[in-house]
């Protein structure tokens, strides 16, 4: 990415996925916020695992940043997403996507599409504590409980 065509408005965003078994419908969630603006995002699946979700949530959140390269902290608590995408996926990559084990990624679909989403802006990959009182870590994780409720008949 080349940073001089960067906005220098940084966005933070807050993801998360829920699934009602694994595999089972599922739903992810996104809050993104920048000075002034908030936008809340949700979506579903209906035979999916919870780290599908994890990653969803992270993929939609950078997709929609449309306008411009974007400085972004992107905050989880999936320790699957964040370490994937800062410390396994290169050596995937360089392994023409097998893990240590000679074993195919799994997932390696949203794998492909959250790294090209995370290469289009300068993203800070943060873990936060799940369920631990963190307000945008709680706002996404409702949103993602809402997106499954959408699968499991369920009215919010």
């Known amino acids: 990415m080349n940073d001089q065509h960067t906005s220098n408005e ?3 965003i807050y993801t998360n996925g ?3 078994g694994n595999p089972g419908p599922g739903g992810w969630g996104a809050l993104l916020q920048k000075p002034g603006k908030t ?3 949700k979506g ?3 035979e999916t695992t919870n780290n599908r979700m994890e990653l969803m949530a992270a993929i939609k959140a950078l997709e929609v940043l449309r306008d411009a390269p974007r400085k ?3 905050y989880t608590d999936s320790t699957y997403v964040r370490d994937g995408l800062t410390q396994w996926l290169p050596n995937w990559k360089a392994n023409s996507w097998k893990t240590a084990n000679k074993k195919p990624v799994k997932n390696m ?3 492909q599409r959250l790294d090209a989403a995370n290469q289009r802006h300068d993203v800070e990959w ?3 504590k799940g ?3 963190n307000e945008g870590n709680e706002v996404a994780d409702e949103l993602a409980r809402q997106g499954m409720a959408m699968y499991l008949g369920k009215r919010n």
Do not use: E, I, P, R
């Open 72 to 74: 972004v902290q992107l």
């Open 18 to 20: 829920a699934c009602s």
């Open 39 to 41: 936008k809340k995002m």
């Open 131 to 133: 369920h631990a009182g």
């Open 126 to 128: 943060h873990w936060v």
């Open 44 to 46: 579903s699946a209906a």
């Open 10 to 12: 940084t966005v933070t």
């Open 109 to 111: 679909d949203l794998w």
